[in-house]
Structures are given as C-alpha cells and as structure tokens.
C-alpha cells in the first residue's frame, strides 16, 4: 500500500519510541516480518518511551501520539482491564468519559460480529469505513445506549489486535467522528503495522509491572 508523508511519519514516530527500549526484541521480532523495519511506526521523535516501562504513562502516551493524526478518538482494549482502567482519548477531552459509559454500561457481547470481542476471537482486523445511523440503531441496545453512540458520533472505525509471539492479549480500536474523516485500506494496512510494534513495548512494560508487584 501507498502511504501518505504523514502516515510515514507517523510510523516513524512510533519506530524510534519502540525502539528506544527494546531493541533487542523488535529485532527479534522482524526476522519474521514481511514488511521490515520501515514499518515499525509512530513513536518518536520526542523520547516518548523514555519512562516506557511506566505501564500507564506508556499507554497514554501512545493514545496521545496517535490523535488526531490517525484517530479523532480511540479505545485500548487489554485483557484483564474493565472500562474503568481501560485507556481511552478523545481530540474533544470531554468525551472521554461518555465513551468509558458506553464500554461501562453497553459492552459488545463476547460473540459480536464486530468490534474489539471480535477482532479478539478471530486475531483479524476490522474495518467498517462508513457508519450510518442505521449500523448505530442496530448496535444499541436501547434509547439510552443509541443516544449515547449518536453523542460521539463515529463515521468511521477500525480494529486491530494485540499480540507477541502469537499471543493475543487485547485490541486497539481507531475511531473518526469529529473531522468526519474516513478510514481506507491503507488505513488499515498502517494501523496493524503499528499495533504489532506498540504490543511489543505493551507486552513488556506490563511484564516489567507485574514483576515489580511481585517482589
């Protein structure tokens, strides 16, 4: 796929962050790869992982890194996590919390066709380009729930898995309501490119976590 300046320096952005902390691994990791290390993605530039083993600060920093340049709003779906812990942004700050109500109250049953269970169940990556009102009304399950999805507003939504060495451990969900933008192919392509170098840095900085709670 073709990818636009900004999509490259995105990538790139999250290239040097991943690396910047585990070399070693995302070596590891590319002996397999198609596609190399030209796409290893958006963390860069700034030293963002430069406190990566921060579990939290990592994710955080990541969902700020990624909007509003590939997602007006997203969603980290980790195992283990409830809405309540799960890391969500949003380019308008005040919808962040009508989105944990959402995950909160309406979470997609196990065996959705569509959404984060989905991507999780199958390890495939989801796109919907265009979401009317009518996908919206058959998503809810009640007034209450389609007036909430409606207050966001998304036309337009990917998700891609989370996972190292064949283990699936979460899913990333990329989001565009605001700018009224809409995903493509390549979208897709690059997200999934990015989300396989993001759960690398993920997958440690939780190991390192669960580590320091041990001793």
């Not at 290239?15 to 910047?20: C, Q």
């Not at 909160?104 to 569509?114: C, G």
């Not at 990333?172 to 759960?199: I, K, M, N, P, V």
Request: hydrophobic residues 40%; glycine residues 6%; aromatic residues 8%.
């Amino acid at each position: 796929w073709r990818l636009t300046d900004d999509q490259r320096a995105l990538r790139e952005e999250i290239r040097a962050v991943v690396r910047g902390g585990i070399q070693p691994r995302v070596r590891e990791i590319d002996e397999g790869c198609e596609y190399p290390r030209d796409l290893y993605g958006v963390m860069g530039q700034h030293n963002l992982l430069a406190s990566w083993l921060d579990y939290r600060s990592t994710l955080l920093r990541l969902m700020a890194l990624l909007i509003p340049r590939l997602a007006d709003w997203c969603a980290l779906h980790l195992e283990g996590n409830d809405a309540d812990a799960m890391p969500i942004a949003h380019v308008d700050p005040t919808k962040v919390e009508v989105l944990r109500d959402i995950y909160r109250r309406f979470p997609l049953a196990p065996d959705s066709p569509w959404g984060y269970p989905s991507v999780v169940r199958s390890g495939e990556p989801q796109l919907i380009p265009s979401v009317d009102r009518g996908l919206l009304q058959q998503a809810a399950t009640n007034a209450e729930h389609l007036a909430l999805l409606e207050r966001i507003d998304t036309c337009s939504w990917m998700v891609v898995p989370l996972r190292v060495q064949g283990h699936m451990f979460g899913a990333l969900t990329f989001a565009y309501s605001d700018s009224r933008r809409h995903y493509e192919q390549s979208d897709l392509f690059l997200a999934t490119e990015l989300a396989r170098r993001a759960a690398v840095a993920i997958d440690y900085a939780r190991l390192y976590e669960l580590s320091q709670e041990e001793r």
